[in-house]
């Protein structure tokens, strides 16, 4: 269920807003003055705040201001103010909307709405799923770029983390030093096959259960290696 805070002096308001939108399936908790508005939409996880302008202790403008300091939720304000330089002044400071009083709770409840729907549109757009490939215990997170085997996260270089990637998304295929080289160096071996026997021997000491007999990357002599699955 989502949550609502109602920042809201007059008590005969806030109760009306808070009844509409519970009648709505949201859950909402008031708050009367600036301070402790402010300090529990902090404090607390809330999906939306409902904001008036005019409040004891410290004004809507400020509230609005350093909530969005910490938090990117959005914030309805709502005032009797119908100046035009006052909405200007609180979208500036990150207001999602301005609300003129009166108006009615139906209205209030759709632009409530909209707004969450429109924020969790963009918080889905921006939440990208870690591109992540698991082999028999062994889990290599390419976006954030770690491995983990049996749960314990294990520390790689820039080309072992490459080369254990490249050998992981192509599997039970034979690949010489050379072919190799050239794809993780991309650069023709020119005899320096080496590196990839020393990258692999480091790469089967922090995967491997038993260096002697790897049950992951698997030596084909004569030929290269392969990752077996």
């Not at 909530?67 to 609180?90: F, Y």
């Not at 998304?169 to 050239?182: C, D």
């Not at 160096?185 to 096959?193: K, V």
Request: with cysteine; charged share 35%.
């Amino acid at each position: 269920m989502s949550k609502i805070l109602i920042i809201e002096d007059e008590e005969a308001i806030a109760d009306l807003e808070k009844d509409y939108l519970e009648l709505s399936d949201f859950e909402v908790e008031i708050e009367h003055t600036g301070n402790m508005g402010l300090q529990r939409a902090l404090e607390k996880d809330f999906d939306l705040v409902i904001l008036d302008l005019m409040l004891p202790e410290m004004d809507g403008f400020e509230v609005c201001r350093k909530i969005r300091e910490e938090k990117n939720i959005p914030i309805l304000m709502v005032s009797a103010k119908k100046d035009d330089i006052d909405k200007i002044r609180g979208l500036g400071l990150g207001a999602d909307d301005y609300m003129t009083k009166p108006f009615s709770p139906s209205e209030l409840v759709a632009r409530v709405k909209a707004h969450m729907a429109r924020y969790d549109r963009l918080v889905g757009s921006n939440q990208k799923v870690n591109d992540v490939v698991e082999i028999r215990g062994i889990r290599i997170d390419k976006t954030a770029r770690r491995v983990y085997v049996d749960g314990e996260e294990k520390a790689f270089t820039t080309k072992e983390f490459d080369l254990l990637t490249f050998l992981a998304e192509n599997p039970n295929h034979v690949f010489t030093k050379e072919e190799l080289f050239r794809e993780i160096w991309d650069m023709d071996s020119i005899g320096d096959i080496a590196t990839v026997t020393v990258h692999i021997k480091k790469i089967r000491e922090k995967i491997e259960y038993d260096t002697a007999k790897p049950q992951y990357i698997e030596t084909i002599w004569g030929v290269g290696y392969r990752f077996k699955v």
